[in-house]
């Protein structure tokens, strides 16, 4: 097949698939229906009319003569034509009993190719202008010039039709496979909860499928080279599904045509419906990866799954996308190679822009890189959105120009991510609107820690909450950042009633270590400052400091009148926007000076229901974890213990937070500067107390998280009475 001929074909065959311009091709809007219409158009298209334009610089498609150029205009006064078209639809579409008025449709759609430029005729009139049957078929380099009958391309034409909207069905009802999986089964399994026994199901297999790991002591804590960070078994459970999913809808559901337009032999057939296939799935996949990234996910509200989880889950989803996008691109080449018009596709806008897509997509899986993340983390995030925009942009014009005008339903799948994404960001403004414009004021507190005081603000007391905070004034040149942070109610900082504690000028008790060369040899990093212990003997004595609990520096800021309103965030300043933070206080003594704030939340991090109805709650922090950890104290669970690591430069916490630590019995805290927490130790004696259900709460730097993770699927998969319920409070983004 010559260049010139295959383009032509490729041409009228890839008008085919395009009826469709708004639902999903195949299914709310059939593709070539009827079939022996559709074929009829196609194979009339490539003949000339006694109006058409000769080019005599260029050869025809079939070999024989100039090339011709037909214009709607041309097509929509010709006798002729539009006789033997309609000639074409009386006698083909008889056997399959097609309505007149659906012939009509068709005659309004595609009679002149083009649905603006009307025909003279309807169909019917253009019926009632042949007189007699014609006995004259056309052939191959013939001209329109008398009512003729339709050639024997048409067989291909129909045939071609036929197999082109199976396959367009198909490829819609695979990608709404994906797409149902990838948001159904959370949903499902969440629903599963609350079936009858399904606590003690969900009991026995929590420590082999949920908590564990698929590489120990590596979730939260980055892998060897920070390659990224390992799914627990139920996440990588949930990406096997999808990505078997993925290979079984690309594999399977083929069928191929005794002749084609444009593909030529079986394997041509072959290639190109799966470089079809590929394309449509990966579009179908772009709304769940918007989808789990966003902090509006709608899976949030109707699931007990995690944003850490959805967040892990939509980089995995994210490099099927684009594996999918990869193969069709690569089938693509193949495929155009094979026939001869690579060099000319190559050069066509559609063409560029989805080559800007498949590339950006792969930058993509480079700069997303954990590498990136945390050292670069804001420049990461506003490239990774600039991005992801050419990316939808570069999908949206690969379709509507190979399928013009408006990409033939294809674009359906980009309306439905460009709607998420969206509503995401609406949402976001939304509660920024509703939290309304505030004024923080910000607090040294040595070391590298402040102390921000956000007044009025009455989002009540409840545990495992996080909010995203904008100072616009911190960075005027980037005032769209923000930085997520947990959420503490400054009244927890208030001196409570007489009759819930002991007397407001009591003291508590921490254990310090004594100051030696070896102690940051054996600490684990928090945040990359903090420690906690992996296991030191809990029997040797270690120094002891007092740390009064009425503690007014900082506290001086806070309402004097008793309210629930406002809240507070402790920060450790690093390389981010909690750098630029300015402080309200100079000299050593606060001043009045408060800083412009902008409040996008609360949201949720993990469900805290399962935690509170068990019977002890045993809360761990490291470091500045803590601050994801005193929340629960305000919980009104009456049975808290609660277990704190941190290095000795984060000493001023201990005395900030001494009112709120205060809280909880001096029997049921412990506080440990410059030492590890015995994680095992104190997981084991929780079990040796003969609790039935020990809810697990840790909040801190990768390696504690992972070790905490790591004891209770050790304990939970022991045979004994005692249950363990973990929520890990920690990010991995």
């Given at each position: 097949?010559?260049?010139?001929?295959?383009?032509?074909?490729?041409?009228?065959?890839?008008?085919?698939?395009?009826?469709?311009?708004?639902?999903?091709?195949?299914?709310?809007?059939?593709?070539?229906?009827?079939?022996?219409?559709?074929?009829?158009?196609?194979?009339?298209?490539?003949?000339?009319?006694?109006?058409?334009?000769?080019?005599?610089?260029?050869?025809?498609?079939?070999?024989?003569?100039?090339?011709?150029?037909?214009?709607?205009?041309?097509?929509?006064?010709?006798?002729?034509?539009?006789?033997?078209?309609?000639?074409?639809?009386?006698?083909?579409?008889?056997?399959?009993?097609?309505?007149?008025?659906?012939?009509?449709?068709?005659?309004?759609?595609?009679?002149?190719?083009?649905?603006?430029?009307?025909?003279?005729?309807?169909?019917?009139?253009?019926?009632?202008?042949?007189?007699?049957?014609?006995?004259?078929?056309?052939?191959?380099?013939?001209?329109?010039?008398?009512?003729?009958?339709?050639?024997?391309?048409?067989?291909?034409?129909?045939?071609?039709?036929?197999?082109?909207?199976?396959?367009?069905?198909?490829?819609?009802?695979?990608?709404?496979?994906?797409?149902?999986?990838?948001?159904?089964?959370?949903?499902?399994?969440?629903?599963?909860?609350?079936?009858?026994?399904?606590?003690?199901?969900?009991?026995?297999?929590?420590?082999?499928?949920?908590?564990?790991?698929?590489?120990?002591?590596?979730?939260?804590?980055?892998?060897?080279?920070?390659?990224?960070?390992?799914?627990?078994?139920?996440?990588?459970?949930?990406?096997?599904?999808?990505?078997?999913?993925?290979?079984?809808?690309?594999?399977?559901?083929?069928?191929s045509s005794p002749s084609h337009m444009w593909l030529k032999n079986q394997w041509q057939q072959t290639v190109g419906f799966l470089m079809y296939r590929t394309g449509v799935l990966s579009y179908a996949m772009l709304p769940l990866v918007?989808?789990?990234?966003?902090?509006?996910?709608?899976?949030?509200?109707?699931?007990?799954?995690?944003?850490?989880?959805?967040?892990?889950?939509?980089?995995?989803?994210?490099?099927?996308?684009?594996?999918?996008?990869?193969?069709?691109?690569?089938?693509?080449?193949?495929?155009?190679?094979?026939?001869?018009?690579?060099?000319?596709?190559?050069?066509?806008?559609?063409?560029?822009?989805?080559?800007?897509?498949?590339v950006l997509g792969c930058a993509m899986l480079f700069v997303s890189a954990l590498y990136v993340r945390q050292r670069w983390y804001e420049i990461f995030l506003l490239a990774h959105i600039v991005m992801a925009v050419i990316i939808i942009?570069?999908?949206?014009?690969?379709?509507?120009?190979?399928?013009?005008?408006?990409?033939?339903?294809?674009?359906?799948?980009?309306?439905?991510?460009?709607?998420?994404?969206?509503?995401?960001?609406?949402?976001?403004?939304?509660?920024?609107?509703?939290?309304?414009?505030?004024?923080?004021?910000?607090?040294?507190?040595?070391?590298?820690?402040?102390?921000?005081?956000?007044?009025?603000?009455?989002?009540?007391?409840?545990?495992?909450?996080?909010?995203?905070?904008?100072?616009?004034?911190?960075?005027?040149?980037?005032?769209?950042?923000?930085?997520?942070?947990?959420?503490?109610?400054?009244?927890?900082?208030?001196?409570?009633?007489?009759?819930?504690?002991?007397?407001?000028?009591?003291?508590?008790?921490?254990?310090?270590?004594?100051?030696?060369?070896?102690?940051?040899?054996?600490?684990?990093?928090?945040?990359?400052?903090?420690?906690?212990?992996?296991?030191?003997?809990?029997?040797?004595?270690?120094?002891?400091?007092?740390?009064?609990?009425?503690?007014?520096?900082?506290?001086?800021?806070?309402?004097?009148?008793?309210?629930?309103?406002?809240?507070?965030?402790?920060?450790?300043?690093?390389?981010?926007?909690?750098?630029?933070?300015?402080?309200?206080?100079?000299?050593?003594?606060?001043?009045?000076?408060?800083?412009?704030?902008?409040?996008d939340g609360p949201y949720r991090n993990n469900n805290t229901s399962a935690i509170l109805q068990c019977d002890r709650v045993l809360l761990i922090a490291g470091g500045i974890g803590i601050t994801g950890i005193l929340p629960w104290l305000?919980?009104?669970?009456?049975?808290?213990?609660?277990?704190?690591?941190?290095?000795?430069?984060?000493?001023?916490?201990?005395?900030?937070?001494?009112?709120?630590?205060?809280?909880?019995?001096?029997?049921?805290?412990?506080?440990?500067?410059?030492?590890?927490?015995?994680?095992?130790?104190?997981?084991?004696?929780?079990?040796?107390?003969?609790?039935?259900?020990?809810?697990?709460?840790?909040?801190?730097?990768?390696?504690?998280?992972?070790?905490?993770?790591?004891?209770?699927?050790?304990?939970?998969?022991?045979?004994?009475?005692?249950?363990?319920?973990?929520?890990?409070?920690?990010?991995?983004?």
């Open positions: 097949m010559k260049p010139t001929q295959a383009l032509l074909i490729l041409g009228l065959g890839g008008t085919l698939p395009c009826q469709a311009s708004v639902g999903l091709p195949g299914i709310t809007n059939p593709i070539n229906d009827p079939a022996c219409a559709h074929a009829c158009t196609g194979s009339l298209s490539g003949y000339a009319l006694e109006c058409s334009h000769v080019d005599h610089t260029k050869l025809s498609s079939h070999g024989h003569g100039p090339a011709t150029h037909t214009s709607p205009d041309c097509r929509a006064g010709d006798t002729p034509y539009l006789t033997t078209l309609a000639w074409c639809l009386h006698t083909k579409c008889a056997p399959y009993n097609v309505p007149t008025s659906r012939l009509e449709a068709v005659w309004e759609e595609k009679a002149t190719g083009v649905g603006s430029v009307p025909a003279k005729w309807s169909y019917t009139e253009a019926l009632l202008q042949v007189a007699e049957p014609p006995t004259r078929q056309l052939v191959m380099g013939d001209s329109i010039n008398a009512t003729m009958l339709a050639p024997e391309f048409w067989n291909v034409s129909f045939d071609t039709a036929v197999i082109m909207a199976y396959e367009s069905r198909m490829e819609s009802i695979f990608g709404l496979v994906l797409l149902v999986a990838g948001f159904g089964v959370p949903v499902l399994l969440t629903l599963l909860g609350y079936l009858p026994l399904m606590d003690r199901i969900h009991d026995k297999i929590s420590p082999y499928l949920i908590y564990p790991s698929i590489i120990r002591k590596y979730h939260v804590k980055p892998l060897p080279f920070l390659l990224g960070n390992a799914p627990t078994v139920g996440q990588a459970l949930f990406v096997a599904v999808m990505t078997v999913h993925n290979i079984i809808v690309t594999a399977v559901g083929y069928h918007i989808l789990f990234a966003g902090r509006n996910n709608i899976l949030l509200w109707l699931t007990n799954w995690s944003h850490s989880t959805y967040l892990l889950l939509h980089r995995w989803i994210a490099r099927l996308f684009l594996l999918q996008a990869l193969l069709h691109s690569v089938l693509a080449v193949i495929l155009y190679r094979d026939m001869g018009i690579y060099p000319v596709q190559a050069k066509l806008d559609y063409w560029a822009w989805g080559v800007v897509a498949t942009v570069g999908c949206w014009y690969h379709v509507v120009l190979r399928f013009p005008p408006d990409g033939s339903g294809f674009t359906t799948w980009l309306y439905a991510a460009i709607a998420v994404w969206a509503f995401d960001r609406v949402a976001r403004l939304a509660r920024i609107v509703k939290n309304g414009v505030r004024h923080a004021h910000v607090t040294e507190l040595g070391d590298g820690y402040i102390r921000v005081d956000v007044a009025g603000v009455r989002w009540g007391a409840s545990p495992g909450r996080h909010v995203y905070v904008h100072f616009p004034t911190a960075n005027p040149l980037r005032p769209w950042e923000s930085h997520p942070f947990s959420i503490l109610p400054t009244s927890l900082f208030q001196p409570r009633q007489p009759q819930l504690h002991a007397s407001p000028t009591a003291a508590f008790r921490v254990s310090a270590s004594e100051p030696s060369d070896s102690e940051g040899k054996s600490s684990h990093a928090v945040d990359g400052q903090e420690s906690h212990d992996a296991g030191p003997d809990r029997e040797k004595a270690p120094a002891t400091a007092t740390i009064p609990t009425t503690k007014p520096p900082a506290a001086a800021i806070t309402q004097q009148v008793s309210t629930t309103a406002g809240i507070t965030f402790i920060i450790r300043r690093g390389r981010d926007l909690t750098r630029a933070i300015p402080s309200s206080t100079s000299g050593g003594s606060n001043s009045s000076g408060c800083h412009l704030t902008l409040l305000d919980s009104g669970h009456p049975n808290i213990k609660i277990a704190w690591g941190l290095r000795e430069s984060a000493r001023c916490l201990v005395s900030e937070l001494a009112p709120v630590l205060d809280r909880v019995a001096e029997e049921n805290r412990e506080v440990r500067i410059g030492q590890r927490l015995d994680v095992a130790g104190l997981l084991g004696e929780e079990k040796g107390m003969g609790w039935q259900r020990v809810g697990v709460v840790v909040c801190g730097p990768g390696g504690l998280c992972d070790d905490v993770r790591g004891e209770v699927v050790r304990l939970g998969r022991e045979r004994g009475g005692c249950v363990f319920v973990l929520e890990v409070d920690a990010y991995s983004w």
